[in-house]
């Protein structure tokens, strides 16, 4: 099948400054791709050559089989974008902008009105007419995601979607994230937020120094930490050991990283209870994610798993 | 041309939901142009082109502030350019707008000159004549051509309009200078405003298709 978005040996200069470096990317329709990096590490610039809003020095970007610098309509109506500004005119109220935006993107009033009256029904953004240059930075971010929501796009583009968000907000952002998902949209989230990335991305690519570092993220999933409160007992140690837990240690209850955790974890609460344990609590521990994305800031791979 | 009239849906309502100071102040260019126009021709102000070539400037230039600049400056038009309409639609329906408006303006003022006349001077007859509002229908549109183009061009667009009035005046000196020694038909002048009106267009269009229409903007 062709992925929704395909970019092979990307690159981008500005001046002397390389910022994206023989870039490879595919992104399958259906699927959430993350985009993390430090501050100026290329993820915008990454997302407006995806779009066509910049053009490549060198390489090929194919996104729903067109190629988005031609500036085709067509292929715009296609997309869903929040972007780094979030792009509003200021004296027209939340709906006068969705509407004008609607329209460019050839949608009907009457699926708009559906729309607006399915996901955003008695959204504070809609009340009182207010102007968006009334709103909060917060309100005018769920603006921004109500926008690029409308229409059925096939590919998002969402650069910082959640920022200054509130969770009924967030959640709501994640409810029209997983929606476009199950309806076959490829996205693109870029964030600093890695619990939005960690939560929602089928695959998460790290950019640093101009290139693009997939985390191999079924690799991660079978070397999750897990934190069991516990008896600081030799016998929790050999049931652990037994059920394939790595760097164990006792500290204020049993750290461990562990393989296959959706098998391994009952088999080793059950040997706990069978051994006379008190079990108080098991978690994954979190953080593992976020521990990850810092070791590959910091330029070294991640561990590997035992 | 549907995107185009979106566009100039989307203006429209933009001016429309402006502050209320941006009417007032239109409102007071308004009154004070239409007095000076219905000046009698033997006093210090006249609708000579000089004049009114500089209205045109003063004119387009609070539309292309919105127009062309702010939506630069505030990231909007990156937004528009993502949205299903054509760079091309985007461009012309931009124009179009600051054109219309302008020359909207522009008329009133002209067709409430002539109050003023019969109030102020009591002469009925208006000094405006067509070969005028022509004139001041192509500085317009030069105005409004090189706008487009020079707020992209620029690094600091807010000198744009400091560029228009120069290249105006340049253009009406050398018109003048020209009349002096030679006869020149009276079309000649809004020709030259209309010829480079369109280089500007087309220079604008190319502009719209690249990349530095995301140029950094300095102000």
Redesign the interface.
Known sequence: MTPAIFATNLSKSFGKYRIIDSLSLQVEAGSIYGLVGLNGAGKTTLL?LL?G???PDRGTVRVLESTPWH?D??F??Q?G?V???????G??TAE?NCA??A????VPRQELAEYLAVFWNGSALFAGNK?VKHLSRGQRMQCALC?AFIGKASVYFLDEPAVALDLHAYDHFKLLVRKARERGAALIISSHQLDTIDELCDRVGILRNGMLTEIDRAGRTADTSWYIDTDDSPAVSDVLARAGGASVRFERGWHFTLADAATNIPRIIGALVAAGCALREVRREEGDFGSAIRTLYAGRQPKEAP | MS?IL?IL??EW??FI???RGIFIIYAVLIVSWSLMLAAPSNTTVQAGPLWLVFFSVVISANFSNTVFIAERV??????????????RDILYGKMLFVFGMSVGIGLFCAAVTPLWRLALYKEAASTLTGETLLLYCAAVFMNTACSAYLSVRMGNPRLLHLANLLLLGLLVTLHFVVSYYFTVPPFILPLALLFIGALATAAARRLY???KI?QPVVL
């Open positions: 407006r779009l809003i910049l053009q500036h309509p067509h715009y109506r997309c974008v972007l780094e500004s979030d792009g509003f005119w004296n027209l006068e004008i935006y329209s460019a993107q050839g102007k926008r | 995107g979106t849906r989307k309502r933009c939901g402006s502050d505030n990231g909007i038009l990156e937004i528009l350019l993502t949205s299903g309409l054509s760079r298709e690249s990349e995301l």
